[in-house]
């Protein structure tokens, strides 16, 4: 892909999101408004994450609830639906085109997008 002007990132954005956005908008061609867009959701998915998991550092995976018993931390689950967002954003602006097909599959790039089909004989 062709390189595209700096684009500031978002103010609100950790450091470690704002270089990464940095590093993506020098690298990508990211022109159109609906992908900064994206890319903005995928670092603040990042930053969710990365503070889950300082939440979770510091308290720990569990907690007693008031019967006493071990419950999840609700953080768990913040951390899973950020990783798992910010995944699927990265999936979706393309930027892991790299990234093999699974077993059985053969990859098929149309436009900026990816898209797997059966191989014949699989």
Same mark, same amino acid.
Request: aromatic share 10%.
């Given at each position: 892909?062709?390189?595209?002007?700096?684009?500031?990132?978002?103010? #609100?954005?950790?450091? +470690?999101?704002?270089?990464?956005?940095?590093?993506?908008?020098?690298?990508?061609?990211?022109?159109?408004? #609906?992908?900064?867009?994206?890319?903005?959701?995928?670092?603040?998915?990042?930053?969710?994450?990365?503070?889950?998991?300082?939440?979770? *550092?510091? +308290?720990?995976?569990?907690?007693?609830?008031?019967?006493?018993?071990?419950?999840? #931390?609700? &953080?768990?689950?913040? +951390?899973?639906?950020?990783?798992?967002?910010? *995944?699927?954003? %990265?999936?979706?602006?393309?930027?892991?085109?790299? &990234?093999?097909?699974?077993?059985?599959? +053969?990859? %098929?790039?149309?436009?900026?997008?990816?898209?797997?089909?059966?191989?014949?004989?699989?």
């Amino acid at each position: 892909m062709s390189k595209t002007n700096g684009a500031a990132p978002p103010a #609100h954005l950790s450091k +470690e999101a704002r270089d990464w956005w940095k590093a993506v908008t020098a690298q990508y061609a990211v022109a159109d408004p #609906h992908h900064f867009k994206l890319l903005r959701a995928a670092c603040e998915a990042w930053d969710r994450l990365q503070q889950a998991r300082g939440i979770l *550092a510091k +308290e720990g995976v569990t907690y007693r609830d008031r019967f006493g018993a071990p419950r999840a #931390h609700p &953080a768990l689950a913040v +951390e899973r639906d950020s990783r798992i967002g910010f *995944a699927r954003l %990265v999936r979706q602006l393309g930027f892991d085109d790299s &990234a093999p097909a699974p077993d059985g599959f +053969e990859k %098929v790039t149309r436009a900026h997008s990816r898209h797997y089909r059966r191989r014949k004989g699989a």
